[in-house]
């Protein structure tokens, strides 16, 4: 067990090695440079006035030395300007002198660059960010987990039945409404002042604010209320939902039909027991993977949620920095996008073989 | 003019009826749920000794009987409507639903004559004749088939089009069935209402339709070419080659999809000429998997196999070409205009690659799983005693022995890819920012989704109900062809 957790992890940091490089290479291509040039310098530079600005700052190494940089395990450059004999590098800024600047600066040592655009240390931005998103997500997940389960027990304990077959289908047509179309139905059902529920509430005298719920989650940052926070938290869980759902129905139907259950009932158990006491504690083992599986694409969710209701989270600033060109923000994005799918598969793979006493890996 | 009412002639009959009938729907439902928490289930056949049957109605059976006929009453008044649309003369006496219905008579017609013919033969059609057993499945496929039709007579539906702005109707957003101003030639309404550039919404959703429905099924195909191409020899080879091409699909699965969206459109990436180059890979699976089927099926009989890989490789190589290439572009254009055939421009390109190679990954590794499987056959050992090589076994006895999962994975995937595309166009990444495909028109009408709905809520309806379609489709031939 310790070994084959050791091996994982071992992939996993060589996944996350590669698709940092990637993201690096793919955001230090010449034209993205050339841009960063021209936004910090000056938008009229020659070819050559590009090219001696990136020399000047650093990005004129070779990409793989510029990568050990960033990743901190190569020194960062330093460069003595021939003139003034000020010397400025990676490390150095306003705060840190050139004598007390340590030689290495990268990820690993925690430092994680400067965001160009918003004029702040990356890592405190992503930070904030991050907690907002969490908000987010657990509120989601508290949403959408027991409604996914009973959902698919309810489902899957008798299996071809009415309530199957309709739950299934309400199963299928939420993991065919993605966030951006739900969210959509969502606003003009229940935040528009113009049409959807709201008007007719608000006439009747149900509601005394003009919506039943707000379209834009901005004041949800600060102060996070049920009106102004549901429906990003609805149109994330949605979406999710029906996915568990059907894997819960799937492994529900699967674990009815075994010898034990047969047996339990031969014996006389009433079918509320079976159910509860010996065919769920089974039945939640396969979904428990997809729940943690679920949290890569919730990330995807995030973001359109996040772009579309206004809450400027970690999603949010995904978009920003990649629109922006703020090279750093979206590599430290990048990162934490990337850790969190590889953690949660290391996680749902190792709880699958916890709780899965028939799986045994030597 | 006056603006068309949403129901027309009809309207005053059947509006009360179907607000009863869902009322009465609604009440069923919620006493039938009550019922069944308070333990009361539908009666049961009873054989009593003597041999008779009796059936006890319970009240639950009444609530069933009753949601029963109340949707029955629905579907006929929508029905209803239709056929005014058809039938009555004067578009204000059909109402917007009834012109609607007008405007998709073609698709009407297609859909009749499909099922009919269908139903007809479905004895002898395999699988897909399977599919009239499966209610469930039926209602995706002429879901999906609706959708498909649209596509096709696109041009004949529209009212008018996409593209045209009509200056009077700019920023007024004017709500479904509005008027056009007096003199305008053509339709003389926005069936779905303007959008703010003044804009038919109509018009837009059904030529997105067509926008939508070309790429998502090629992009799927072609995903699903370099899935089967690297997978079947992962699976079955195994060793080395799986072990590399399991890590780089997992790499790419590991990568967060937007991200990569973001980071493959920017407009530096593209200019450094990443995606062409992505391109130029991809684009080659198909060719090889082709020439690979055809060499390890005829190699035996040299003439037949020459002939077909030499027809693959003169047309793969032109289309190949063909698609590469972009007369707007000055990297890639190396094609004369004339043999240019395939005029797929560089954002559409782009749109098209990172779509299939997010897919790809995913079709592998159930292509590596279906193959880990189906190699331990019979059929598989009987073809390796009489000396076939190894691409003839996974191409030829593997590969059609995979296929149930496989188409069902198809359609599935043809939903999700609906949906990326979707996702692509909502961040302003789609295909062009004028282009009717649904996820842009989505991305321009959430901006002013309280003041105007109508805008985005058709096509985020549209795409909704293809991809329910395409997955409800997807569970009826499973259902199906797991009763074997």
Known sequence: MGLFILRRIG??????????????????????????????????????QVASWLDRNGYGEPLLVRYGEWLGVVPGWTLEDAETGEITGRCIDFETPAEEAPRFCGVLQGDLGYSTVSDDEVASIVGGRLLLTGKLMFWAFAIM????????????????????????????????????????????????????????LNSWGWIDSPTLFLGSSRSAMTDATFWNFTLPVMTIA?????????????????????????TARLKGVS???????????????????????????????????????????????????????????????????VLVVLVTQLISDIGYVFLNPRIRIS | MEALTWTGLLGPILNPLMLAAFTVFMIAFVSNLGLALAGIRPAEVEVSLDGTVTLAKTPSDYALMTMKYATLIFVVCILLYVLQGIFVPGLEQKGILGAM??????????????????????????????LFESPVGLIGFGLVMFWVFTAIFANYIGTHPPLEQIPALRNQNGPPGSALPAGTEGYPFYLLGGDNLGRDVFSRMVLGAADVLTIAPLATLFAFMVGITLGLPAGYLGGRIDTVLTFVANLVLAFPVLLLFFLLVTPEIVA?????????????????????????????????????????????????????????SDVVNFMPAVLDVVPMDGNLLIVFVSVVFVNSPTVFRIVRGITLDVQTRDYVAAAQTRGEGPWYIMLWEILPNARGPLIVDFCLRIGYTTILLGTLGFFGLGVSPESPDWGSTINEGRRLLTLAPHPALAPALALMSLVLGLNLLADGLREESLKD
Request: aromatic content about 12%; glycine content about 6%.
């Open chain 1, 145 to 200: 987990v027991p409604a996914a389960l009973l959902v698919g027990v309810l489902a899957g304990m008798r299996e071809g039945s009415r309530t199957d077959r309709s739950l299934s289908t309400f199963a299928i047509a939420t993991t065919a409404t993605p966030e951006y179309v739900s969210g959509v139905i969502f606003i003009v059902l229940l935040a528009s002042s113009q049409a959807g529920l709201s008007p007719l």
């Open chain 1, 11 to 48: 992939v996993m940091a060589l996944t996350a090695l590669c698709l940092t490089f990637i993201v690096f290479y793919l955001t230090n291509l010449y034209p993205n440079l050339e841009k960063l040039a021209k936004t910090l310098g000056n938008n009229r530079m020659t070819d050559e």
């Open chain 2, 272 to 328: 450094a000429g990443i995606p062409v180059y992505m391109a130029a890979v991809l684009f080659l699976f198909p060719i090889i998997f082709f020439v690979v089927l055809f060499n390890s099926r005829f190699h035996t009989r040299p003439p037949t196999r020459n002939l077909l890989v030499a027809i693959t490789l003169v047309i793969g190589a032109w289309a190949y070409l063909s698609i590469l290439s972009d007369p707007n």
């Open chain 1, 238 to 262: 949605l979406y999710g939902m029906g996915y568990i759902a059907r894997m819960t129905r799937a492994s529900m139907a699967e674990v009815m039909t075994a010898q034990y259950i047969r």
């Open chain 2, 101 to 130: 219905a007008q405007r998709f008579l073609p698709v009407w017609i297609a859909l009749i004559v499909l099922f009919t013919i269908s139903a007809i033969f479905r004895e002898r059609l395999g699988l897909y004749g399977k």
């Open chain 1, 271 to 337: 079918f509320r027991n079976i159910v509860v006491k010996h065919a769920l504690r089974n039945a939640l083992i396969a979904p428990f993977t997809v729940i943690m599986l679920q949290f890569p694409w919730l990330l995807t969710g995030v973001v359109i949620v996040e772009t579309l209701f206004n809450y400027n989270g970690f999603g949010w600033t995904l978009v920003q920095a990649a629109s922006n060109n703020d090279i750093e923000l979206l590599l430290t994005c990048s990162i934490v996008a």
